[in-house]
Each structure stands twice: as structure tokens, then as C-alpha cells.
């Protein structure tokens, strides 16, 4: 994917979540917000899991502060004509607030 494909998957991930993108000069830490959801986007060949976990929370920091869940919406790159899915990762406590208690558990 060129530089200038991550406009393309930005206008991708808030199709997915029925959202809006944030124009690039914003320059904000959210890149897409819907009703329920604040989005973090990123297209990378390669992204560490630690850089994962720290956006990770970041995000869900922010989705927080908007009574929303926040994801990071991430899309690998793996060169043209060859399709990756789109993974999306949150943290537990925002799975948990999406979720809400498992039958086993106490309310």
C-alpha cells in the first residue's frame, strides 16, 4: 500500500463502524467516532505488540473520557493484490464495558 493509502482505509474502518472520519488536520488522536465507538486506524507492514498494547490503551482512554468504547482498528499490509483482514483490538476492561458481567459473574 502506497503512503497515502491510509486515507482510503480510514474512509474503510468508519464504513465498518457506521462512523465518520476525522480529516487528517484535526490532529487528534481519534481517527474515526461513531455512536458507540471511538477508533484509532492503522495500516503497517509490520507493528509491534507493545506499540499495539499502547495504543490500545490510549484508545480506550479516550473512549472513556466520550462514555464510548475505543478500539484500535488495525489492517497489515502485506503488498498489492494480496488482501488482509481487518483485526480489531481492545483492551479488557473495554471489552468488559462493551460487554458487560459474564452470567457467572456478580453485577
Known amino acids: 500500500m502506497s503512503r497515502t493509502g491510509w486515507k482510503k482505509r480510514e474512509l474503510e474502518a468508519a464504513s465498518i463502524l457506521h462512523g465518520a472520519r476525522y480529516p487528517a488536520n484535526v490532529g487528534g488522536p481519534v481517527d474515526v467516532e461513531s455512536s458507540a465507538f471511538c477508533c484509532q486506524v492503522k495500516a503497517r507492514r509490520v507493528m509491534a505488540l507493545a506499540q499495539i498494547e499502547a495504543e490500545a490503551v490510549e484508545i480506550e482512554r479516550i473512549g472513556t473520557q466520550k462514555n464510548k468504547v475505543g478500539i484500535l482498528m488495525v489492517k ?9 483482514p481487518w483485526l480489531i483490538v481492545m483492551t479488557a476492561a473495554a471489552f468488559r464495558e462493551m460487554s458487560g458481567p459474564l452470567p457467572t459473574e456478580a453485577p
Open 76 to 84: 497489515r499490509s502485506a503488498g498489492k493484490g494480496k488482501p488482509t
